[in-house]
T-cell receptor, first 116, second 111 residues
Framework: GAGVSQTPSNKVTEKGKYVELRCDPI?????LYWYRQSLGQGPEFLIY????????DSGLPNDRFFAVRPEGSVSTLKIQRTERGDSAVYLCASSWDRASGANVLTFGAGSRLTVL | GEDVEQSLFLSVREGDSSVINCTYTDSSSTYLYWYKQEPGAGLQLLTYIFSNMDMKQDQRLTVLLNKKDKHLSLRIADTQTGDSAIYFC???????????FGSGTRLSIRP
């Protein structure tokens, strides 16, 4: 696609529920990143994929968070047993090749998650 | 671990130059970036600089890098109302597995 697409743009859920957030990267981009941005803060790194594999998941806050990218394109961020502290904007970004050059990230508009 | 620090706010008069500063801790940073975020919009890359350079100019934007002091700055010449946004400094280390962002500097323009 022309840009990075994220769905849903807004999600309101209740504490304890399960949530999935989807990211459709730019076609041909091999690298995909998930970040979380809380109000007044910068993007906080969560996980990075190169192709289908999670190359670095050191930013996932705990085992309630999981992400997959089964075919090396679309990625889903999954959050189990949501807590109020999970409320944030979840940003996805992609780049065409992490290994060479400046690794310029193109960001989606984000999915705003509100846990009541 | 890696850390990127920025001041939270900057206010400048329209037509003046804006200088946004950033410090980082990772001495193995390879690339440093400036991203812009306008209200309700996603992050947009403004410019980046490779760590073996000390200056990069792109139209109204000038990036200065002092690698010894781990200090990065972004100068916007002739600041306009459309430059109102939050500006994020970011760095990529030698492992290149993640890009770390600062908390952002909110630039406001006064007439």
């Amino acid at each position: 696609g022309a840009g990075v697409s994220q769905t849903p743009s807004n999600k309101v859920t209740e504490k304890g529920k399960y949530v999935e957030l989807r990211c459709d990267p730019i076609s041909g981009h091999t690298a995909l990143y998930w970040y979380r941005q809380s109000l007044g803060q910068g993007p906080e790194f969560l996980i990075y994929f190169q192709g289908t594999g999670a190359a670095d998941d050191s930013g996932l806050p705990n085992d309630r968070f999981f992400a997959v990218r089964p075919e090396g394109s679309v990625s889903t961020l999954k959050i189990q047993r949501t807590e109020r502290g999970d409320s944030a904007v979840y940003l996805c970004a992609s780049s065409w090749d992490r290994a060479s050059g400046a690794n310029v990230l193109t960001f989606g508009a984000g999915s705003r998650l509100t846990v009541l | 671990g890696e850390d990127v620090e920025q001041s939270l706010f900057l206010s400048v008069r329209e037509g003046d130059s804006s200088v946004i500063n950033c410090t980082y801790t990772d001495s193995s940073s390879t690339y440093l970036y400036w991203y812009k975020q306008e209200p309700g919009a996603g992050l947009q890359l403004l410019t980046y600089i490779f760590s073996n350079m000390d200056m990069k100019q792109d139209q109204r934007l000038t990036v200065l890098l002092n690698k010894k002091d781990k200090h990065l700055s972004l100068r916007i010449a002739d600041t306009q109302t459309g430059d109102s946004a939050i500006y994020f400094c970011a760095e990529m280390g030698s492992s290149a597995s993640k890009i770390i962002f600062g908390s952002g500097t909110r630039l406001s323009i006064r007439p």
